[in-house]
């Protein structure tokens, strides 16, 4: 919902600070005092182009500044978190254009592009009555008003899934068959996994043969420390080390009495001894175990030769070998029911076709029946707003399913005659922007506002009527209100009385600059204006009291 709209700088809008709440609100000033250019300013928010002309006369620039609330518009907070421009659950929007004509917007204070800004304030912000502006004229919009209306969830949620499958199936084929012939791969990933597989490539395997390399290239001073050390430490070579500590122990021994502290030293003694003992036994086994064996050696080169070549031809790590071993198999596993899986993909192909066919017709068969209901509650009331004999139509166009398609087996196209005797005509074609306006009006009521967009404003919806259709639109458009915010630009008392809040645009001119300035009017000043509005420049006391019925009468 759009919660404030702030113009500095903005055509003949000095400064304009504007708040708004739920429900109908009205904007209402006489001929030329640019009541409309609220309106202009919301497009140029919503992504517009502008040009230095919406810049007010000896400014450098303008600036227009929008807060929306995103309380119901889960789709815009989520666009927001995507594109990482979120901020609480609010969004501001701010557009600057210079008098040079280039222009600059921002989302939270952050800049984006004029298409993301586009993007972003369709999803909040749906305008009637200027073509440029109009949501309702596209083809995709219509299809999704029309989806709301007939409340096809579980058929779209069908269609979706049936072409999610089908798809898949059709890219898996695709995958397949550019492939081609894939024998001259298969005998080549077969040598390779032939090779592979000849040796043992498990890393733990690797590691020890790696071990065992470096103990036999070692061997001789391996051999040579081994033995000096168990010469040293076992007495071949001088005294023995195990026997010197118990002798040290023994002389400590005899005076520990004395002092009470070489217990301790004692005991460190004797685990040394422990120490050094198991030490010689273990020296003792490494010796027995190493042996020089030049044949041995040569064989544990050749292995890790072959390995480190296979390593190379494939650019991985020796450690990795055998994962690569394995990934060879599994695409030659792969390769090998490439055939088979190629031709049962055309059976299930087709079974995926039927599918979605079946669950298009039924999407086609719910948007039909929702159609005609739509079609004639919104003829109906375009009768009833001053367009008698117009009539609402909604053509359905098939589409070739040749591909997937997760809108289902047709597009839509609302179809308007604005007159009786008129053929119908795309909406989009309609020339009269204050036809369009109650034609759009005609189909969001009857709709009740189910479209997704929870601001909807309305320009001059109310051109070329008056008197009791005027009063018919009004409460039209608050009835739109109950269930959307609504904004409506207007010159008729009938449709202004409607509104749940009512601003008045004003112009005067100040030292021959002509200045438009924005009020919102309390329950005495909306009376005054409506009075303005039904009886010109002069207020009489019948105007006065025909605006107090006015809004007597909504109560």
Not at 173 to 200: F, P, Y
Not at 226 to 239: I, K, M, Q, V, Y
Not at 275 to 301: N, W
């Amino acid at each position: 919902m759009l919660a404030h709209l702030s113009l500095k700088h903005f055509a003949v809008v000095s400064a304009a600070e504007l708040s708004f709440g739920p429900g109908l609100t009205v904007i209402s000033g006489e001929t030329g005092a640019g009541k409309s250019l609220l309106v202009d300013a919301l497009g140029l928010i919503c992504g517009l182009r502008a040009d230095s002309g919406v810049v007010r006369h000896g400014a450098d620039r303008a600036e227009l500044v929008a807060d929306f609330v995103l309380d119901d518009v889960p789709s815009a907070r989520d666009w927001l978190r995507e594109n990482e421009l979120d901020e609480d659950e609010s969004c501001q929007v701010r557009r600057v254009i210079r008098a040079d004509g280039g222009s600059k917007a921002w989302v939270n204070g952050r800049p984006v592009t004029l298409s993301q800004l586009g993007e972003l304030t369709a999803q909040l912000v749906e305008i009637h009555g200027q073509h440029e502006h109009q949501a309702l004229l596209s083809r995709p919009s219509q299809l999704a008003l029309l989806d709301a209306f007939g409340r096809t969830e579980t058929e779209r949620g069908a269609v979706g899934t049936a072409t999610a499958h089908w798809s898949a199936l059709l890219r898996e084929r695709d995958e397949l068959s550019a492939q081609g012939d894939v024998s001259d791969r298969i005998a080549w990933l077969e040598h390779q996994h032939a090779e592979l597989d000849r040796e043992t490539l498990e890393p733990e395997a690797i590691a020890k043969l790696q071990g065992d390399h470096r103990r036999q290239a070692h061997a001789a001073g391996l051999i040579a420390a081994c033995e000096s050390a168990f010469a040293r430490l076992g007495g071949d070579e001088g005294p023995s080390l195990s026997r010197s500590l118990q002798q040290v122990r023994g002389e400590l021994q005899r005076v520990a009495e004395h002092e009470s502290r070489l217990d301790e030293v004692d005991a460190m003694l004797d685990n040394a001894a422990i120490q050094v003992d198991e030490a010689l036994a273990l020296l003792d086994r490494v010796r027995s175990d190493l042996d020089l064996d030049p044949a041995a050696f040569e064989t544990i080169e050749r292995q890790l030769g072959r390995l480190h070549e296979l390593a190379r031809k494939h650019r991985v790590p020796p450690e990795q070998l055998a994962a690569q071993r394995d990934a060879i198999a599994e695409e030659l596993d792969t390769l090998r029911g490439a055939g088979e899986r190629l031709s049962g993909l055309d059976a299930e192909i087709a079974v995926a076709h039927a599918a979605w066919r079946q669950a298009a017709d039924a999407l086609g068969l719910a948007r039909r029946e929702a159609g005609v209901r739509l079609a004639a509650s919104t003829t109906a009331l375009i009768a009833e707003l001053g367009m008698g004999g117009g009539r609402f139509d909604i053509a359905f166009e098939p589409i070739e399913a040749d591909r997937p398609d997760p809108q289902g087996g047709e597009r839509v196209e609302f179809l308007v005659a604005a007159n009786p005797g008129q053929p119908a005509r795309a909406l989009r074609k309609v020339a009269s922007g204050g036809e369009l306006s109650r034609i759009s009006l005609a189909i969001e009521v009857a709709a009740l506002g189910l479209d997704a967009v929870p601001t909807m404003v309305f320009d001059e919806v109310d051109s070329g009527i008056g008197g009791a259709v005027a009063e018919i639109v009004g409460q039209k458009l608050r009835a739109l209100g109950a269930s959307r915010q609504v904004l409506c630009v207007t010159h008729l008392p009938q449709v202004a009385a409607q509104g749940h809040a009512h601003y008045r645009v004003s112009k005067a001119a100040s030292e021959g600059v002509t200045q438009s300035a924005v009020q919102s009017l309390n329950a005495k000043q909306r009376e005054e204006e409506l009075a303005r509005m039904l009886g010109g420049v002069e207020l009489t006391r019948e105007a006065r009291a025909a605006a107090k019925r006015l809004l007597a009468d909504v109560g």
